[in-house]
């Protein structure tokens, strides 16, 4: 799912300018609020019978396919199996009920003196080579001990068919703060990150976010998807994000192509620095303004003004920040960026977005650790990385290629998840739809 084109040169420092679009003639309804903030675009290269959002979602989404009989035979025999193997090391193994994800068999046990998360991960290995069943985690449960087993053929995820299904998480302002990382494994509903209130069975998260995951883990795909479902949900002039991406944003070309995307992905470490600096001048500057309406928060300031006064949703995403974080002067940037937004953020409307391979201590200091709250972790190399990135060992075990655990702050346990994945194909459809109902004021509706 990448994109190579010829680097562009360095552009020299610069800041972005987060100020709400200039005034328009006259105020559309909330839901069509359109973009003021920009000349007319010159007009994209884009197939003529290219449909809308809507219509790509309707025509691309596939209901998901039925178990076959050969999956639902599998499964009887996984479970079976894996009860046989653990009554013969003496553990209780009454089983109450299984599932098929697309990643894994999901054996239910009843929780038992006899049968304990602990004991059935020290048989790890013994599963794997006596047994043939791959462990991928164990997760318990309230009276149950759920075990996950790998399945020999994974099923992908479209994000369209995860589109066709997610709803949305409006604020006053007609802002959506719920935003798509994918399938729960444990019922097959919809993960969201809650960047405002609670939503879709979950808890509201924590502003800032930390992805972590080794080579081929499915980190860009994960942060691709993430990106297109803000700019699917929202206009451009209620959500702007800053993308930085050290290699060059080549995994990234056709999500530079967005409206919501300001300033084209930096690549410079001049320039993030000063973009990162200029996010803590404009968390204070929206503060200044919400002071001076009398109002406490950005949803509050915005179901206060007109379309054309309203602030937009501010994301900044780093992908393979600890490339540059080896340089002094950049670390200390960062450190004291986020230390200064963990507080205030949310409030401000702006939320952060890191990743990297490893985010150990050369790279991440725990205090900047710890302001990124909720941690999304793909597959690592290591029990140690994953004690480091998720906060104990686990992550090791995952799949790969978007197959994810889920810290968010709120909720009780870990949340295993597989990311949707659009095609080079599909993502290009994607981007030039949302590109055309942005421009005419429809984007975030049509889905609806």
């Not at 860009?220 to 060059?248: C, R």
Request: proline share 6%.
């Amino acid at each position: 799912m990448s994109h190579c084109p010829t680097p562009p040169a360095p552009a020299a420092p610069t800041t972005t300018a987060f100020l709400p679009p200039a005034p328009v003639a006259a105020e559309p309804p909330l839901a069509d609020a359109v973009r003021g903030d920009q000349a007319s675009p010159e007009p994209i290269a884009v197939s003529p019978a290219a449909d809308d959002i809507a219509a790509l979602i309707e025509s691309r989404a596939r209901q998901q396919a039925e178990t076959s009989q050969g999956d639902a035979a599998w499964l009887a025999e996984t479970a079976q199996k894996l009860r046989s193997a653990l009554l013969g090391w003496n553990l209780q193994a009454k089983i109450v009920g299984t599932r098929l994800t697309p990643n894994a068999a999901l054996i239910r046990f009843a929780g038992s003196d006899r049968l304990r998360v602990e004991d059935v991960q020290a048989k790890e290995s013994a599963l794997l080579t006596t047994h043939r069943l791959r462990l991928v985690a164990v997760s318990p449960m309230p009276g149950e001990i759920v075990v996950a087993i790998a399945r020999p053929q994974r099923q992908v995820v479209s994000l369209w068919d995860v589109w066709g299904r997610r709803e949305f998480n409006r604020n006053a302002a007609g802002q959506n703060t719920s935003f798509v990382l994918g399938l729960k494994e444990l019922d097959g509903d919809i993960l969201y990150l809650n960047l405002g209130t609670a939503f879709g069975g979950s808890q509201s998260h924590a502003p800032h976010t930390l992805v972590a995951g080794a080579t081929g883990s499915g980190k860009s795909v994960l942060i691709q998807a993430l990106i297109l479902d803000i700019a699917l949900t929202n206009p451009s002039n209620l959500a702007q994000i800053m993308l930085i991406d050290p290699k060059m944003g080549v995994d990234y070309a056709a999500i530079e192509r967005l409206p919501h995307v300001r300033g084209g992905i930096v690549i410079d470490q001049n320039r993030a620095q000063a973009e990162l600096e200029s996010l803590v001048a404009e968390m204070e500057r929206r503060y200044e303004l919400f002071r001076a309406n009398g109002s406490r928060d950005l949803k509050t300031f915005n179901a206060s003004k007109s379309a054309s006064e309203r602030l937009p949703l501010l994301f900044l995403v780093h992908d393979e920040f600890a490339e540059w974080m080896l340089t002094e002067s950049y670390k200390e940037a960062v450190t004291a960026t986020v230390a200064r937004l963990g507080v205030m953020a949310r409030a401000a409307g702006i939320h952060l977005i890191f990743a990297a391979q490893r985010p150990d201590a050369n790279v991440m200091p725990i205090q900047l650790r710890d302001n990124l709250g909720n941690r999304l972790i793909l597959k690592v190399a290591s029990q140690g990385t994953s004690e480091i990135a998720l906060g104990m060992k686990g992550a090791e075990f995952l799949l790969g290629q978007g197959h994810l655990a889920a810290k968010l702050t709120g909720e009780a346990d870990i949340i295993f998840a597989q990311a949707p994945f659009l095609s080079d194909e599909d993502l290009d459809a994607a981007v030039d739809a949302i590109i055309r109902e942005d421009r005419a004021g429809t984007v975030g509706i049509a889905a609806e």
